[in-house]
């Protein structure tokens, strides 16, 4: 709970001068992005490795990087493409000491292997099934946060991509979804 509320204190501060999520979330934050990121651990409780593509202001990744901490053999790959996001990342990694790697780069240029990809608010799951498609076919599941619109983005994915997928409503927003992701190809 304390590495918790460090990293809120950080990302409250870095927040008034850098917009890393909308100021009117911070109010509602242990419930908007805490526990929306934290229950993704109970969807993969074995899952030991992990790659949050366009980490941004650090959900889920931190979170998870946060609750997985005392797991030696944990590591949260936390990948986004600005540098200035990168940088908070890496501030909060290193003054709470946490199993992750921050990677300033883009997610599909920056596949490592691991257990489950993860990402939150990216891009529409057409777009974001291309990001995590070197995840997928080096055999990772998709845990993918998304909005009560999930189900008309994945209708729309399948013109692009072939996957298996489940719906999960999400505990911490009733509209919420979790897309669980497995296997991936191009469709023909």
């Given amino acids: 709970m304390g590495d918790l509320e460090r990293f809120i204190q950080r990302l409250t501060d870095a927040n008034a001068v850098m917009n890393l999520v909308g100021p ?8 908007r992005h805490i526990r929306d990121s934290a229950q993704l651990l109970q969807m993969a409780p074995e899952a030991q490795t992990w790659a949050d593509l366009g980490a941004g202001a ?8 946060i609750m997985l901490k ?29 199993r992750a790697t921050v990677i300033n780069g883009r997610a599909e240029e920056n596949a490592v292997t ?5 990402a939150r608010a990216v891009a529409p799951m057409e777009k974001l099934l291309g990001y995590a498609q070197p995840y997928l076919q080096r055999g990772a599941q998709g845990l993918f946060l998304k909005g009560e619109k999930a189900e008309v983005e994945l209708a729309e994915a399948r ?8 719906l999960s409503v999400s505990r911490s927003d009733p509209r919420g979804r979790i897309v669980s992701v497995r296997g991936i190809r191009r469709a023909r």
Wanted: aromatic fraction near 10%; hydrophobic fraction near 45%; glycine fraction near 6%.
């Fill in 70 to 98: 005392k797991d030696p053999k944990s590591h949260v790959w936390l990948i986004d493409s600005l540098g200035k996001r990168c940088r908070f990342l890496r501030e909060v990694v290193d003054s709470l000491s946490l």
């Fill in 58 to 65: 650090g959900f889920p990744g931190i979170v998870l990087a």
């Fill in 24 to 31: 009117d979330t911070i109010p509602d934050v242990w419930n």
């Fill in 114 to 118: 691991v257990r489950v990809v993860t």
């Fill in 159 to 166: 013109r692009v991509w072939q996957f298996q997928s489940d």
